[in-house]
């Protein structure tokens, strides 16, 4: 479990839980004083003070630098001297017309001619839009000679074998079990 610290007046260190938070503390130097709030414990530990989804997370990884990581090729099991990015594309979004399909329209007016096209026309319901466009690009580090495989892979489970062996991409494939892999540059 996360556990953060505070620390008394007097300089006695606690470690605390993230649901203390806001909660009283009896010192053992005979002060009491509040735990800050969930928000300024985070902070004072050099998190985010608002957790971060698993895509800010693995950003913000990238951007500090922390990822890539690792010292052994995933693909082949030889010492890494080399990366590719891979382009996860978490989520697509994806449209439903209204209730009106083409066949009940052909039918419609094969049976009751121009009026039913008139019908459809006007008593369509909208298109209807789901989910979001959601991708990330993830860098990982292989071998070079790893590379031309690697990149020709189009297979997703090895794809998704190959980014699940560091930590933060398995939370990624395990929010997004039916995302899609693409290896795309060479850096």
Known sequence: MVSYSVTCECGIIYPVSPTAAGLPIDCG???SFFIPSLSKLRE???ESPIPLSTIETIQEMIDTGRLPVGDTCPFSGRP???SVIFRVQCESEWTEDGDS?????????ALFGWIALLFFRNNSEPIKEFGRDTSIEVPLR???ESR???VKLRNQSKLKSLLRQTPIYERLLQEFPDAEIIPITMT
């Not at 399909?101 to 007016?109: E, G, P, R, T, V």
Request: net charge negative; glycine share 8%.
């Open 29 to 31: 130097c005979g002060k």
């Open 44 to 46: 004072s530990a050099g």
């Open 80 to 82: 890494v001297d080399d």
């Open 101 to 109: 399909s083409d066949l009940k329209q052909m039918l419609a007016y």
């Open 142 to 144: 292989i071998s070079s």
């Open 148 to 150: 031309s495989a690697i």
